[in-house]
């Protein structure tokens, strides 16, 4: 199967090379803000977006009287920035995002600028358009191996600039085995995953993952280092120090999350043939008082991961939908319980006595609802939920819930949403 990966490599650039690839992060950054503008002044007149190619032609009109550094960077920089800020509006015409706003130089994810053209690959370099050969500190042998059999095709580079280190994405279209599904032989080939705070995931067969909380643990050191940029002087040597350091705070917590996170994600998508998650509303609970800690676990990138790493080895992903009330559901007699608080980190079942951590019951019930799907006459359509069917589609083996799923029905009818944090 073909599909697209990217390979990031951190740079290694001489001076004159930063320079250059400041100078077109800059280029990027500029030409978004003044086709921004452009766009903005269409809509408050009346009048028709312009495209991206009618934002590059008016560029080139303009660029040679007020950018006379154009001819310093390469026409990728601007022209891959109109294109960006046209998917943008799209997006937000279609209400998927907000507004596009302006980009600033301070904020990380603005620094960045895409290029096409003549790009190749070298051991330990990467041929960058206008930059030229930059060393990477990385070994590049994996992607020049897959370019060398016809496996990889270079589609872009995005390079992006994070505290004072430099960094290449390039972008390919990539040949991969197809994957074999593998098959389910007993129940415990599938694993229900459970995420929360108290721990990061808690899975079906009783392993409990506890998250790195990368944030929680620099916050002081954050805190402290905020406070010393504020006291400096405005546009003096020691404020650009500040900034750096705590750029470079930044950074680390960052990359701590994404190393948890991807190893974590590997290993589930190599040894779980069949996975059962819940679609937790992350973007509506990041807007509660448990916000921060939402933000430092990183739920959104986790199930993002999860998904295309799951189709690269064979694994099945199952999400259960929000309605599903994996926490109010005891996993063994299926009494369907009221609102549980979150202080509750012991779920007690009226009805059977059980009395089990909440996580790992909420765990159960996803991994039943995976076995319903696999199993029951909905069984093709994993992931989606029938509609006075129970959840999953199919009967729970070895569980009788004639009584619990009526009043579930009822409350799904209602229109109520139980998705929230475990």
């Not at 979150?342 to 007690?348: E, G, N, P, T, Y």
């Amino acid at each position: 199967m073909r599909l697209t990966q990217a390979f990031r490599f951190e740079l290694d650039p001489n001076a004159l090379q930063r320079k250059a690839l400041s100078q077109h992060i800059g280029a990027a950054r500029f030409a978004w803000n003044w086709g921004l503008s452009l766009c903005l002044k269409a809509l408050e007149e009346g009048k028709k977006l312009p495209s991206a190619p009618e934002l590059h032609k008016a560029w080139n009109a303009w660029k040679r009287e007020g950018a006379p550094w154009w001819t310093e960077v390469s026409k990728c920089a601007p022209q891959e920035a109109f294109r960006d800020l046209e998917k943008a509006f799209k997006a937000w015409r279609a209400g998927r995002a907000r507004l596009p706003r302006f980009k600033r130089k301070k904020l990380t994810p603005d620094n960045k600028a895409r290029l096409t053209g003549s790009l190749r690959v070298f051991p330990r370099h990467v041929q960058l358009p206008r930059i030229g050969k930059v060393r990477s500190k990385e070994p590049t042998e994996k992607l020049l191996r897959l370019l060398g059999e016809g496996k990889a095709r270079i589609l872009s580079a995005t390079i992006s600039r994070e505290a004072d280190r430099f960094y290449v994405s390039l972008t390919c279209e990539v040949e991969r085995a197809e994957p074999k599904p593998r098959e389910v032989r007993s129940e415990d080939d599938v694993v229900g995953v459970d995420l929360g705070l108290s721990a990061f995931a808690v899975l079906s067969d009783g392993t409990r993952i506890e998250a790195p909380k990368p944030l929680a643990r620099k916050l002081r050191l954050l805190k402290r280092r905020s406070k010393q940029l504020s006291r400096k002087e405005k546009g003096s040597n020691n404020q650009k120090k500040a900034a750096l350091a705590l750029a470079r705070l930044h950074r680390k917590v960052k990359n701590l999350r994404l190393d948890f996170l991807h190893k974590l994600t590997t290993g589930l998508a190599k040894t779980k043939p069949v996975l059962v998650v819940e679609d937790l509303n992350v973007k509506g609970l990041s807007r509660g008082f448990l916000s921060r800690s939402v933000a430092d676990v990183g739920w959104g990138a986790f199930r993002r991961m999860l998904a295309y790493k799951a189709e690269w080895y064979g694994a099945t992903l199952l999400v259960a939908p929000r309605s599903f009330p994996s926490t109010r559901l005891c996993s063994r007699c299926g009494h369907l319980h009221g609102r549980v608080p979150l202080s509750q980190r012991v779920f007690r079942c009226e009805a059977c006595g059980l009395e089990v951590d909440r996580d790992l019951n909420a765990a159960l019930n996803l991994k039943a609802y995976g076995l319903a799907h696999l199993t029951g006459p909905t069984g093709s359509s994993p992931g989606s939920h029938a509609c006075g069917d129970p959840p999953g589609g199919g009967t729970v083996p070895h569980r009788d819930r004639s009584t619990s799923y009526g009043s579930w029905k009822q409350e799904v009818a209602c229109g109520r949403d139980f998705g929230g944090v475990k």
